[in-house]
C-alpha cells in the first residue's frame, strides 16, 4: 500500500494545501490501462487506486494504491509502478497554496508530455542562443 500525503513545505515555502484537477474521463481511463498493464506483469489479486481531486489539506491524503497478490515482491512492485506510472500517464493536475495566498501549478517530473516540453524548449533555447551568436 502506498499513501501520498500534502507536504506542509516546498522549496521553503509553507504550503496550505493543494488543488488538484482532472480530466476525469481520460483519467480513468489511464488508470485502468495501467491497472491491466500491472497485471500483465505481476500475478496479482486486487488493485484499488484512489486519488482526490479539488483541495486537499496539508497532511491529508491525495493518492492511496494497494495491491494484494500471493508473494509481497510482486505487490510492491506493482505499487511502484502504478504511482510512478499515474504520475507520468494520467491526467491530474496540482496546484500548491501558499500561507501568503499565492500559488503555483506544479508539473511532476515523471510526467511525459512535460519532459516532452522542457526537451523542446531546452532545443528552442540552444536555436535562440546559436542565432544570437550568428548576428
Known sequence: MFIGTTRNMYEGQTVVRLE?????????????KLCKEAREKWTLHHIAVYHRLGVVPVCEASVILAVSSV??????NA??????????????????????????????KECLWTQKENKMDDSNEEINQKNNKST
Open 20 to 32: 488538484y484537477e482532472s480530466y476525469e474521463e481520460m483519467a480513468v481511463k489511464e488508470i485502468k
Open 71 to 76: 508473494h509481497r515482491r510482486e505487490s510492491l
Open 79 to 108: 505499487v511502484s509502478f502504478l504511482i510512478d506510472e499515474l504520475k507520468a500517464n494520467v491526467p491530474i493536475w496540482k496546484k500548491e497554496v501558499y500561507d501568503d495566498g499565492s500559488g503555483s501549478w506544479k508539473q511532476n
